[in-house]
């Protein structure tokens, strides 16, 4: 089945710092994938759409100098949380759409928590 | 906008129970349907979709799903749930000309021995 991978599972890091997460579609090609921000005990907010080889959609009131996805080949997507603060601090899940299917595959998503 | 309603937000059953999970959704046009499970520190698993054709849907684990198209519902039902099936049940919704899916606020259950 198609595997989605995400690294690394979960972060720490200081206020002010950046956070590279990285989503890989392991054994089918994505030309889309999708970032996700899951608050505790709340469902997934869509962050951004990313299509490779193009500039990512963000959805209204994410800022795009914050997270900055790129999406440089057809298996890897990958969303840095630049200068993190405290209210970053969340569960990110990427997911990817197989090429042709209308449907999307999840990774097992990253804890970040900024200090 | 689109918007998607799971008014269970914690569901508590004893093995074998029947359960009804109810989903809601607001869009006019065309849409896609999906429940999506996730099992505690696991990630999303996909149970069930419907895009078109018989809107009652089977899924794994023998769950189905119901698309009433005049309603704008798509409940997901099991019949007889298993201790296992706790978990983190989520609908979603895409409108049918575009990517994005639009997910509910999630529906916890709880199943007891």
């Known amino acids: 089945g198609a595997v989605v991978s995400q690294h690394p599972s979960w972060v720490i890091c200081k206020s002010g710092t950046s956070v590279k997460i990285e989503c890989r579609s392991l054994?089918?090609?994505?030309?889309?994938m999708f970032w996700y921000r899951q608050f505790p005990k709340q469902s997934l907010m869509l962050m951004a759409t990313s299509n490779e080889g193009s500039k990512a959609t963000y959805e209204q009131g994410v800022e795009k100098d914050k997270f900055l996805i790129n999406h440089a080949s057809l298996t890897l997507s990958t969303l840095t949380v630049t200068s993190a603060h405290p209210e970053d601090s969340s569960f990110y899940i990427c997911?990817?759409?197989?090429?042709?299917?209308?449907?999307?595959?999840f990774g097992p998503g990253t804890r970040l928590t900024v200090t | 906008a689109q918007s998607v309603s799971q008014h269970n937000h914690h569901v508590i059953l004893s093995e074998a129970a029947s359960l009804e999970l109810g989903c809601n959704y607001s869009y006019g046009g065309t849409v896609n349907l999906f429940w999506y499970v996730q099992y505690p520190g696991q990630h999303l698993q996909l149970l069930l979709k419907?895009?078109?054709?018989?809107?009652l849907v089977k899924g794994i684990k023998g769950f189905e799903a119901e698309f009433i198209k005049s309603k704008f519902s798509f409940n997901l039902r099991k019949p007889s749930v298993q201790w296992s099936d706790t978990a983190e049940y989520f609908c979603a919704v895409n409108a049918g000309n575009t990517d994005k899916l639009i997910f509910g606020t999630g529906t916890r259950l709880q199943v007891f021995p």
């Open positions: 419907y895009f078109s054709g018989d809107p």
């Open positions: 997911s990817a759409r197989d090429r042709g299917y209308n449907e999307q595959y």
């Open positions: 054994d089918f090609q994505a030309t889309t």
